[in-house]
């Protein structure tokens, strides 16, 4: 029976890798940059993953050590829910998305969380970092030491409170799934935060950008973010049946995408937690069960890695999710050919995307639909083409092509 049980673990040891049941393969974007990890709250241990210690992009992720740290100084009482937050010039400037407060108004603490979860306020970030740090590039060194010497985020460096891009503002699947685990674990007076549906402000009523908690039973939280240099993020939690799992999904090339593969890891878990109770019970007097896992400790110390995935790209419209594509033409304005792919996207189906050509005050923006069959692009392009609309068909390898193009225009410039 001992011999049985130990050779079930190994095998339990070797599915943790994804070698067990159909794979998860995210689409490409830019480059292979998908990673994942689901594990047991309780207790850490690993249910499944893949890359999970290879350096990302968290994206609006990085927002969820924002709101810690607002849960730290409110801990420590330096600060209470009523506290206001001042919003500066230089917080009011920040990109999209944001609340768009304008300089000299404030929020208060209460409202900044929820600010920063639901709606991922860019804004509102810079601004709880220039009030608790002085500075946000302080505050970014502050979220930064706190995350690798008291969280074990080995791995990851913030150099902001958004998650807006910088080369050097990285993480991993495992640690963010540290983040999010001491979040529920350590701050669960606060943690029901982090399940807001609709943040109400000033009497407007905001959803919230995270469709998982709509659309998986028991989820309650965590986070949504996305830019084009890290893909479609989302941390996610569920509790079932009295057990918890957290899943971390990196580098998704859609969110249509990073909703499946969360949704699927999350069944996967709930699945493996069940089936490992049945087998320790069923093994007695040798009960392995969730024992037989690696914990998130045992992912200190990965092998070497290569560098991580080029930063963000100058005007880009999207992350080509694969797939054939269709070229609707191309434009000087911006927004204009982000328009032309989100009109066609909406007709057709596929994904709105635009990439830069050009340098100088020649740069132009070609507009494209992405992720079609063969079939349906050239279909698309036939019915176009008889109405006198331009449309031209592009392979998987020429769009492949072009966004290296994008890549290394970007990387001479720097």
């Known amino acids: 029976m001992r011999t049985a049980a130990r050779g079930i673990a190994g095998l339990l040891l070797v599915s ?22 689901v594990v047991d709250a309780a207790t850490g241990r690993i249910l499944a993953a893949n890359k999970p210690n290879h350096p990302r992009y968290p994206a609006s992720l990085t927002k969820m050590m924002t709101v810690l740290m607002l849960f730290r100084a409110l801990e420590s009482g330096a600060i209470t829910p009523q506290t206001p937050i001042p919003m500066s010039a230089n917080a009011a400037a920040a990109n999209p998305v944001k609340l768009g407060l304008a300089p000299g108004d404030s929020i208060t603490v209460a409202e900044a969380i929820p600010a920063l979860i639901a709606r991922s306020a860019n804004d509102v970030a810079v601004a709880v970092a220039e009030f608790l740090g002085g500075t946000e590039d302080a505050f970014a060194e502050d979220m930064t030491r706190v995350a690798r010497v008291e969280l074990g985020m080995s791995r990851t460096t913030f150099r ?15 640690d963010m799934a540290r ?18 549906t609709v943040f109400h ?4 009523a905001l959803p919230t950008y995270n469709p998982l908690l709509a659309s998986y039973a028991g989820a309650d939280g965590l986070k949504t973010g996305f830019t084009c240099a890290a893909g479609y993020n989302l941390a996610g939690t569920a509790q079932r049946n009295g057990h918890r799992v957290i899943a971390i999904v990196l580098g998704a090339g859609t969110s249509m995408e990073r909703n499946t593969t969360i949704t699927t890891l999350m069944d996967r878990g709930f699945d493996r937690i069940a089936a490992l109770e049945d087998f320790a019970t069923e093994t007695n007097p040798a009960p392995l069960g969730l024992a037989a896992l690696p914990t998130l400790d045992a992912l200190r110390a990965p092998r070497p890695l290569r560098d ?16 054939w594509a269709i070229n609707l033409g191309s434009t000087g304005s911006l927004s204009k050919a982000r328009w032309m792919a989100n009109q066609a996207a909406e007709r057709y189906g596929g994904k709105a995307l635009t990439v830069p050509v050009g340098t100088g005050g020649m740069v132009k923006h070609n507009a494209y639909v992405a992720a079609l069959s063969a079939g349906q692009a050239r279909s698309i392009c036939a019915q ?3 109405s006198g ?22 990387r001479s410039m720097q």
Request: hydrophobic share 40%; with cysteine.
């Open 308 to 323: 991580h995935a080029a930063p963000d790209v100058e005007g880009c419209g999207g992350v080509y999710a694969g797939g």
């Open 384 to 386: 176009r083409q008889r």
């Open 16 to 37: 943790v890798l994804g070698l067990a049941g159909p794979p998860i393969s995210p689409a490409r974007a830019f480059d292979e940059r998908g990673a994942h990890i």
């Open 389 to 410: 609309e331009y449309c031209v068909v592009r392979s998987p390898r020429m769009m492949w092509a072009s966004q290296a193009a994008v890549q290394r225009l970007r």
């Open 201 to 204: 402000f000033r009497g407007g």
């Open 179 to 196: 983040l999010a685990r001491t979040l529920w674990r350590d701050y669960a007076a606060q943690f029901g935060a982090f399940g807001t």
């Open 160 to 174: 902001n409170a958004s998650g807006l891009p910088d080369d050097a503002h990285v993480t991993t699947a495992r």
